[in-house]
């Protein structure tokens, strides 16, 4: 397809490729990975690990990258009409005649469209149809749990990618270039690459300790029973991204990036991604001010973002305010410093934040009772709250935006009113302040991840949601003033639990559903909840084994195949810690608590991190 074929599709600049910084490399002789991601390029292009992912193995000469995208349904449907494969966006070549097809999971509302891409790549999408090259692999932060993807991929990265992802092509270009066939190339990845299961090397069998589900065991020697994540030591060590490719529309998140820190100090009870990313580790002041001057001068970006967690929690704040500062009154660039905490935003940082938004503030408080904050581990109290909203009303906002949740383990009906009950109070504190405050509100159900405290909980039915938010709205009928709420979907919640929390057994349920026209699932306006009860049932499946009863706390998991490097132990205790309400304080304020990531880099990083507290 000529690039004046694409004018007759929506947003023809998501395929015409030959962006600012991107990678153009001749096919003779190199080995060919395609990076994908499965949703339209204005999310997959704000996805930062895939720029990472590009640059880096770019930077291998013997391999070139490209990248392929979901296609929208008009050019899907031409790609089908005229029985033309999907292609990748650097040299418009077959998604087919790579030698690798390397998918980035971020959300389990993609499976279906990465069905879809190998698809309309003309491949098989089960792993098991495939006796050809390219090879399938998928990373991501939903690789943690990956057997309900394990017919459909044929290996995982699992953890960091920067070192991982390059030892991986690495091995499979060796086991390529003697000609060696998929099973021999994927047998050996297995033995030879830590952090990589691929799923063909596995059996299941049912799960010991009572949950209704099948668990994986390896089926040869020398595989490893357990798959360990991989862990970057060093930010700063790392390659930094200097060069992202600038895209021609409006993205997602259409800015520069540079990652403050990675992991996260809190304990949060409720977070996958505060468990999958630990250890916390910090780039210097040093290294974000060298990445911070390349990253502009090669993007010509006006705006930054410090990616991170918890950007509050940086050891240094002050210091990073200071460069930042000087940085933006120098080069008049905007940094921006998302996910703030309402336990330490200091009043400095509302000024400097202050010189380059206007707009609104966001902050997530989840839970409206002390009690269910408590539960959760959230380590915010009231005063916190009231005492940056005195920071943050004071130095003129109007506009703040709150993350809550419902459907909490331990909640009840009072919890709920106490959400209304807080928000109300905000909006009259806030008015002590301006008149024209505004109050945003995003409140998602709850779903119990695995690899935290919380996964062997029960998930509330998506009719005990919709009666939790009939009580919510009720609740919030008589506040006056500017409250807009938006609810999430109880329905994309319940397929997030089953796809998060399912065994092996749920991938009938998604090739099934894909087959019957689901796609891009995380799109309101596409996601087709009835396609999805219709494949449960024809699968056998009973989605309340998954997601409707608790599950014991000796069972055996479809996870447990992963190390996410917090043990089992840990998380049991901290599950049982919730019940009772009692607080686990981060360990940076009270030392180790040997959560078990000391297995991985002892000492722990968060060690060097202990008792520093930002002014």
């Given at each position: 397809m000529d690039m004046h074929s694409l004018e007759r599709f929506e947003g023809p600049s998501r395929y015409a490729g030959n962006e600012l910084n991107a990678v153009h490399k001749n096919w003779e002789g190199r080995f060919r990975v395609a990076l994908s991601y499965p949703d339209l390029y204005e999310v997959g292009m704000s996805s930062h690990g895939i720029q990472i992912l590009y640059h880096l193995l770019n930077a291998i000469d013997s391999v070139v990258a490209e990248r392929a995208?979901?296609?929208?349904?008009?050019?899907?449907?031409?790609?089908?009409?005229?029985?033309a494969p999907l292609f990748s966006l650097e040299s418009r070549q077959p998604l087919g005649s790579f030698d690798v097809i390397a998918f980035s999971l971020?959300?389990?509302?993609?499976?279906?469209?990465l069905l879809n891409m190998l698809d309309l790549a003309g491949l098989p999408v089960r792993s098991e149809d495939r006796s050809e090259w390219p090879i399938v692999i998928a990373g991501g932060s939903c690789t943690f749990n990956p057997e309900p993807m394990s017919d459909f991929v044929d290996a995982f990265g699992i953890g960091d990618g920067e070192d991982?992802?390059?030892e991986i092509v690495q091995s499979l270009a060796a086991s390529r270039a003697v000609r060696a066939t998929r099973h021999d190339a994927l047998e050996k990845l297995a033995r030879d690459v830590e952090g990589v299961y691929v799923p063909s090397r596995y059996r299941t069998r049912s799960a010991l300790g009572g949950a209704p589900y099948v668990v994986a065991e390896p089926i040869s020697s020398g595989v490893p029973a357990t798959v360990r994540k991989r862990v970057v030591k060093s930010l700063d060590d790392t390659s930094a991204?200097?060069?992202?490719?600038?895209?021609y529309r409006e993205l997602v998140h259409d800015r520069g990036v540079i990652e403050l820190f990675r992991g996260c100090v809190r304990g949060c009870r409720f977070c996958e991604a505060g468990i999958s990313y630990r250890p916390t580790r910090e780039r210097s002041l040093a290294s974000i001010q060298k990445q911070l001057e390349q990253l502009v001068a090669n993007t010509g970006y006006e705006e930054v973002g410090l990616l991170s967690l918890s950007s509050t929690d940086y050891s240094d704040l002050p210091g990073l305010v200071n460069l930042v500062r000087a940085y933006r009154e120098e080069h008049k660039v905007a940094i921006s410093f998302p996910s703030l905490r309402m336990d330490n935003f200091p009043g400095y940082l509302a000024d400097e934040i202050k010189q380059?938004?206007?707009?609104?503030?966001?902050?997530?408080?989840?839970?409206?009772?002390?009690?269910?904050?408590?539960v959760i581990n959230k380590n915010i109290t009231e005063d916190s709250i009231f005492e940056t909203l005195r920071t943050?009303?004071?130095?003129?906002?109007?506009?703040?935006?709150f993350y809550f949740m419902f459907g909490l383990p331990t909640e009840t009906e009072q919890d709920l009113d106490a959400m209304v009950d807080l928000v109300s109070r905000i909006t009259t504190f806030g008015r002590g302040f301006r008149r024209d405050i505004a109050i945003n509100l995003s409140i998602n159900p709850f779903v119990p991840r695995p690899d935290t405290p919380f996964q062997w909980c029960a998930q509330d039915t998506p009719e005990a949601y919709d009666a939790k938010i009939d009580h919510l709205r009720k609740g919030f009928r008589a506040l006056k003033g500017k409250l807009h709420i938006d609810f999430g979907d109880p329905r994309i919640a319940f397929l997030e639990g089953l796809l998060s929390r399912g065994d092996r057994r749920v991938g009938r349920v998604i090739e099934t559903a894909w087959k019957n026209g689901a796609a891009f699932d995380a799109w309101r306006e596409s996601f087709r909840f009835d396609v999805w009860q219709q494949a449960i049932a024809a699968s056998g499946l009973d989605p309340a084994d998954v997601l409707y009863r608790s599950i014991p706390l000796q069972s055996e998991l479809p996870w447990q195949v992963i190390d996410a490097g917090v043990s089992t132990d840990?998380?049991?205790?901290?599950?049982?810690?919730?019940?009772?309400?009692?607080?686990?304080?981060?360990c940076r304020e009270t030392g180790c608590h040997a959560c078990g990531i000391q297995e991985y880099l002892d000492p722990c990083p968060t060690s060097a991190l202990l008792g520093v507290t930002n002014p």
């Open positions: 995208f979901a296609p929208f349904h008009d050019l899907e449907a031409w790609l089908r009409e005229h029985e971020g959300t389990e509302l993609v499976y279906t469209n991982l992802f390059p991204l200097v060069s992202p490719i600038v895209p380059t938004r206007e707009g609104s503030l966001t902050f997530a408080v989840e839970a409206g009772s002390q009690r269910l904050r408590d943050v009303f004071g130095k003129g906002w109007h506009l703040v935006k840990f998380l049991r205790e901290d599950y049982m810690s919730a019940e009772k309400g009692k607080l686990l304080a981060t």
